[in-house]
């Protein structure tokens, strides 16, 4: 997952390392009681340039300031600079890239690098603190359960053709193996083939579905699925909805019927995390028109890029739940940032 952009982050890590080593430039100031005039420059960590044989004093002065090196913005811009084009390249949101390469900049900007200290975990480090600020917590869906009174009503929108439906079984099948009873209402009541589509999931993973004729109100039937709910004592109400673009006004109006009668507990968009930018700004055309609680990414097994994952969350204010990871029912895993941040960066020794 995300490999490209993780071969990237690499090279902007090496760049980076390579900026600070170079901070040698900018040492330290010398101890009390050595003149700043008789500073010894250096130009490689544990070297004296001195044109003769360096003297005791001079070893001494190298010991001392060769001890902690400042980085400097300037040593650090073209760094910076070229992590820039990397995230821009990766679909990284432009609001999103300026948050990550300031809290990099202001993460080692001054920061004072001790002898020994290893560079590659100073920038690790700083990429990770950034990355993880941008990412958000993630939202975990277990817990909010835990937490609210059944049965839990959770909405499912999204545009078409990114795998809504697979999605809701996938997550039904996650809940049932932690526990949990689950109903899945089928809300998608115009599109051909939707609702066989959704009975076909839910006889496959055993899971009641309720639905109504093709062309019924999706309000009434997802009604319907909450009042069957509540008289079988169901923990979770997984309620399908057609894909629909947020520029149609008409089935967003829809949309919003849909929240006033089914009073969902949960809001959650649905997008391919392959639609890089185009996902971002559907994500957040769909929270002001109807609200999101939380998103689901599909198909981030084929993402290389990375970009609508570390994007959304920043942009749109809304926590990544899930990632889709493939076609079978268990290729579904809920949004850990520091997972993520992991499998990115690795580890920082």
Request: proline share 4%.
């Amino acid at each position: 997952m995300f490999g490209g952009l993780k071969e990237k982050l690499a090279a902007a890590r090496v760049r980076l390392g390579t900026s600070i080593y170079g901070a040698a430039a900018s040492p330290a100031p010398p101890a009390p009681g050595l003149p700043a005039s008789e500073t010894v420059p250096l130009t490689t960590p544990n070297k004296s340039i001195s044109s003769s044989s360096p003297t005791f004093v001079d070893k001494i002065k190298v010991l001392i300031i060769d001890r902690e090196l400042i980085i400097s913005e300037t040593d650090i811009t073209g760094a910076l600079s070229d992590l820039e084009m990397i995230l821009l390249e990766s679909d990284v949101a432009l609001p999103v890239c300026d948050a990550i390469i300031s809290h990099v900049r202001k993460s080692l900007v001054g920061k004072r690098r001790k002898i020994g200290e290893s560079v590659d975990a100073i920038v690790t480090g700083a990429l990770k603190s950034a990355l993880l600020v941008v990412l958000g917590t993630g939202f975990n869906l277990v817990e909010y359960i835990q937490t609210h009174d059944r049965p839990v009503k959770i909405l499912f929108t999204g545009v078409n053709g990114t795998g809504k439906t697979t999605t809701v079984a996938k997550i039904g099948v996650y809940l049932k193996k932690l526990g949990y009873t689950v109903v899945i209402g089928a809300g998608d009541t115009y599109r051909a083939g939707a609702i066989e589509q959704i009975s076909v999931h839910a006889g496959r993973i055993g899971i009641k579905i309720i639905q109504h004729q093709e062309g019924a109100d999706p309000s009434a039937v997802l009604f319907d699925t909450v009042q069957f709910a509540v008289s079988h004592k169901i923990d979770v109400v997984l309620a399908d909805t057609a894909g629909r673009f947020h520029t149609k006004s008409n089935l967003m109006s829809q949309l919003e019927k849909i929240k006033r009668v089914m009073k969902p507990d949960l809001v959650i968009y649905i997008d391919e995390a392959i639609a890089g930018n185009d996902a971002v700004v559907r994500a957040a055309e769909f929270d002001k028109t109807v609200g999101a609680d939380a998103v689901i990414l599909t198909k981030a097994d084929m993402d290389s890029r990375g970009g609508a994952a570390i994007s959304i969350a920043h942009t749109i204010g809304k926590p990544l739940m899930f990632l889709g990871t493939g076609q079978g029912y268990d290729d579904i895993v809920p949004f850990e940032p520091t997972q993520v941040v992991e499998d990115l960066l690795g580890s920082e020794s």
